[in-house]
């Protein structure tokens, strides 16, 4: 059994912008739940009782949210990464920190116990999880045979193939291996090149089941989908009279659910937050905490990130608005391009199919709507973008940003 893992969590996670311009990434909420907390448990499960977490970025808020580790029941430890000199250097810092095998995962990887057993099913010194994507061209593409690695091939094959799927068990040799490589083309040590350099010694382990690279603000829909479909029902707040409920819902602690409010699970409602009156709550939708949906407004398949409002005659669909962020009446998103094609969006000067046949808006932290804003599907707004009464938007606009 594998008592010690290493999460990789310094990172800043720009794919991810808006919402990590001031969030870590391994802190965003997959069903209400940090996707980190979410590694904790899982390794926790297959018996892990160390965990060494890599911080960086927003370290504190990181460090702050987990503590060290007594309210999951388990050791964390954490090392700072002062330079981020790319994914081989991140590793590099545990050396002389952690003996023995160990877990290696990246942080913002959906991994579960199942696959973590799997992947040290042989008691593999050295070992790999790859999986089996759509399009490679985001991921290195893997080659191996009898089981073993041959190549990694850097990001840029379009096309179906087999990927690095970022869960690894290693043990002292990868940091004599890291340290036998130079830096890449990117001025960076790259991990890749140093599994490279010790490719008949890593064992390749397929993964099962559902697996997502969260690399682009949109997984997070798609992995708040899967989740959702198995949330377990609690209600710890206040419903009152005249609430229609069908399907699971969870509603958190001093939460209310106002009458004449119709919930159609699953859905999942944090702590301190108010809906309705009259207000509609569709399937997928994740409040995460002090959020206000209020009368005659409509929420449907979207994350609002803590205390993100939609007050007053709204409506979201397949969206995220990040926190502190506050629709004005009658702002609505849409979600659905006319002719039904997948919807594209311009992120980091680029433009890219998100794949997604809905997507509404990924807004970033204090952004304020004026009444009766439109958005349009695929809109990204950085974070305190200010958009006056009566404006239609559409593509992507930076931080602190006016339209009128």
């Not at 060494?52 to 430890?77: A, E, F, T, V």
């Not at 000067?349 to 349009?376: E, P, Q």
Request: glycine share 12%.
């Amino acid at each position: 059994m594998i008592k010690n893992a290493l999460i990789l969590a310094a990172g800043k996670g720009k794919r991810m912008w808006p919402l990590t311009e001031n969030n870590p990434k391994p802190l965003l909420p997959i069903c209400g739940l940090p996707i980190i907390e979410r590694q904790i448990y899982e390794l926790k499960k297959v018996g892990v009782v160390n965990i060494y977490i890599l911080i960086g970025y927003q370290m504190k808020d990181i460090s702050d949210r987990l503590g060290n580790g007594d309210k999951y029941d388990i050791n964390i430890n954490y090392i700072t990464q002062e330079e981020q000199k790319g994914t081989g250097h991140a590793v590099l810092q545990a050396k002389g920190i952690i003996e023995g095998r160990f877990y290696c995962i990246n942080g913002d990887m959906i991994i579960d116990a199942a696959n973590l057993k799997n992947l040290n099913k042989d008691k593999s010194h050295l070992a790999m999880m790859v999986t089996e994507v759509r399009d490679c061209s985001n991921f290195g593409v893997v080659e191996s045979k009898n089981n073993y690695l041959v190549s990694i091939i850097e990001k840029g094959v379009k096309g179906k193939g087999i990927i690095n799927a970022g869960s690894y068990i290693f043990n002292e040799k990868i940091f004599n291996a890291i340290n036998s490589i130079g830096k890449s083309i990117r001025d960076e040590y790259e991990l890749t090149d140093a599994l490279q350099s010790i490719a008949k010694e890593i064992k390749i382990v397929n993964h099962t089941g559902f697996w997502k690279d969260i690399g682009s603000p949109w997984d997070l829909i798609t992995a708040n989908e899967v989740y959702m479909e198995n949330i377990k029902e609690g209600k710890q707040g206040l419903i009152e009279d005249n609430v229609t409920i069908k399907g699971n819902l969870y509603l958190g602690k001093n939460s209310t659910i106002k009458s004449g409010t119709y919930i159609e699970g699953p859905v999942w409602i944090g702590e301190n937050c108010v809906i309705g009156p009259n207000a509609y709550l569709r399937k997928g939708t994740v409040l995460c905490g002090s959020n206000k949906v209020g009368g005659s407004s409509e929420v449907k398949n979207s994350i609002l990130m803590e205390g993100a409002k939609a007050p007053h005659h709204n409506y979201v669909g397949d969206s995220i608005i990040g926190k502190n962020s506050n629709l004005g009446s009658g702002t609505k998103i849409a979600n659905l391009r006319l002719d039904k094609n997948t919807i594209n969006v311009i992120h980091q000067g680029k433009k890219i199919d998100s794949g997604r046949r809905k997507l509404g808006a990924i807004i970033g932290d204090n952004v304020n709507t004026g009444i009766n804003t439109s958005i349009n599907a695929g809109t990204i707004l950085g974070s305190y973008v200010k958009i006056g009464p009566g404006a239609s938007v559409s593509g992507t606009y930076e931080s602190q940003s006016t339209i009128i």
